[in-house]
């Protein structure tokens, strides 16, 4: 057995390293590519590096089998994928090597050279090195296309995010493929350019430079310094705890002084790190739920440093072009648990976040004012971040929403992409029809972003923002491009009714759980055209039930009822070139162009058959039963209006507040309590 994709079979792949990282690359291969018959070779010089790498991640196994993220058969096909050893003849059959060894140039080099001359032509050679350029790890093999780095962040198991680097022999098509690949697999992988460090651990590190400069100097203790930092950057955890917990003030003492040559002069080693890393003393940190009191003057001083030292950092990386707006945003707040820099700049204003950065630099010798910051800040001009990617090939535009941190959920800032998009591509001559998806393989989009909701405070502004989002939905429906979506994962709430908007819709053949409108369980009405578009795709019995009990559906019912028209069996890549294909016979004329009914539906029932409703609250039921009858009666596009009336009425409802309140409080799983229950 073997995992195919895109035309590369993957039966073996070797994992070199069994340090802190390498087990848990080999444990995340083995959770999802298992099942495919692929085995995991994990190969080590050491005896006693394998046997603590093999015990640590049969303890990961174990904690994952108790708590129920693993099934019994699952587990064991893990544990059974995985070989630990010594020798290396084991390599020589490997499809792809990812070595994780330790940080060492000459290190790393001669175990590509052997690797070279043990594997085959065609093994994928890839290094999770955290710092080394591809052109230095990969400079003494001969055939450097088909070798890159790939860095995992810590746990590599748990955390998405991993960065492809190319050297600047690298195949495109080599990080083309790798790039979909680890997607497919769960991952969120960006492409990032080559210099030390890439793009996230020059602001991790750097962020930890900036609270070492801060204790060094007596400003604050660490663990005065964490504490503040947690809220001042919104860290998960403060700097110095997240050093403690990974090891990391020895390979950070070694890259903050290469730094310094390769980026610039304020990056070093502070003493502070140097004597913890010759002690091998942990830093003194918070305890768990301990609170720390630091006076007002000080903790103002630590958040302007760290703030302006964060801001400086992210913004050089994207000036010199190692990175984007847009990836630095998600990649820092998925990998490093820290606020998005962009966004948290924008919200603060970019003129404030100049003037920190311009007082950092003014205090830290060596410290750049970066050009970007500048032309935004001196105008006060906020950052162009963008959710929707864009991609065309053979005239089809590839859109995909990308907001993995909260499965690709609507808010407004999507709201008017999806418009300022579809806007562009129906005046794009280039483009002749259009792909829309979702990021990943859990969501096509999960819904409107509930904190989007909880803002809404009045019947007006409901009416107003139901209103909105139905025109920024009408963009798609009316472009004069075919619009394919395709299903990647759930779709929930305005993320359904988004798809419904599309000419065809075609999703993935193994979706369990595909679409829904779980409206009712938040004590709110769709209200972004679902009562009105989904009774035209499905009829008024399939529609009552999906509108009104908020139960999801399957791929498989989605098409019964054909709220789909077509179900892809294989993976999202599989997906996406399936719709491809459908949007060229749809703009080729070689298949009808499916349109929904814009007018008065014929035989609208006086009455909707009862659903069991459950818990849920009979005054927002009522409003959705009105919304689904009398809307089809009049035209779409009146129906639309008068969907937009109800969800204003139902935000002037108790039951409103009730349900969005519950689930920011307390998550999807806990019933809210409806007065009108």
Known sequence: MAYEFQGRRLQKIAVIGSGQIGPDIALYFSKVLSRSG???????????????????????????????????????AMRGAVTWTSDYGLLSDADFVVEAATEDQALKGRIFADLEK???????????????EPERIFEGIEDKSRSLVIHYFFPAERNPMVELVPGAETDPKLTAYLRDFYEVIGKVPIVVGSRYGYALDPVFEGVFLAAALLAENGVATPKEID??????????????????????NPITAIGLDHYTKRIHSWYRTPQILKDAVESGTAWEVPGRDEVVEVEDGKRQKITDALRGAFFGICTEI???????????????EIALVMKAPFRFMNSLGTGEALRLVEKYAKENEGFPVPRLLKAHGSESKPFQIRYI????????????????????????????????????????DSVKAVVLRGFGVKAFVSGADVKFLAKINS??????TSADSQAAIQVIEDCKKPVVCAYNGLAFGGGNELAMACNMRIARSDLKVLAGQPEPSLGILPGAGGTQRLPRL??????????????????AKALEIGLVDELVDGDVVALRDRAHALALELASGERELPEIDALPLANVPEELPAVDIGHFSTAVDALIVDAILSGAKMTLKDGLAYEAKKFGEVCGLEDMRIGVVNFLKNGPRQKAEFVHG
């Open 538 to 555: 499905v009829g008024f019995e399939a529609a009552n039930e999906m509108l009104r009990n908020a139960r999801p559906i399957s791929a």
């Open 38 to 76: 692929v085995q995991v070779v994990v190969v080590d010089i050491s005896d006693e590096a394998l046997a603590r790498g093999e015990k640590k991640f049969l303890k990961k196994i174990a904690k994952g089998e108790e708590s129920g993220a693993f099934a019994a058969p699952m587990a064991e």
């Open 227 to 248: 504490t503040v930092a947690v809220k001042a950057l919104g860290l998960g955890i403060g700097p110095f705890t997240a050093m403690n917990l990974t090891g990391g």
């Open 459 to 464: 019947v007006e502004q409901g009416t107003a």
């Open 318 to 332: 994207v000036d010199s072009g190692i990175s984007s707006v847009d990836d630095m945003d998600m990649a820092v």
């Open 118 to 132: 043990r594997c085959s032509k065609d093994t994928i050679f890839a290094s999770n090195s955290s710092h080394l």
């Open 389 to 428: 990617t864009r991609e065309d090939r053979e005239g089809v535009a590839h859109l995909t929403i990308r907001r993995p941190a909260v499965l690709n959920a609507l808010n407004q800032a999507v709201f008017d992409e999806i418009r300022s998009s579809f806007t562009a591509l129906a005046n794009d």
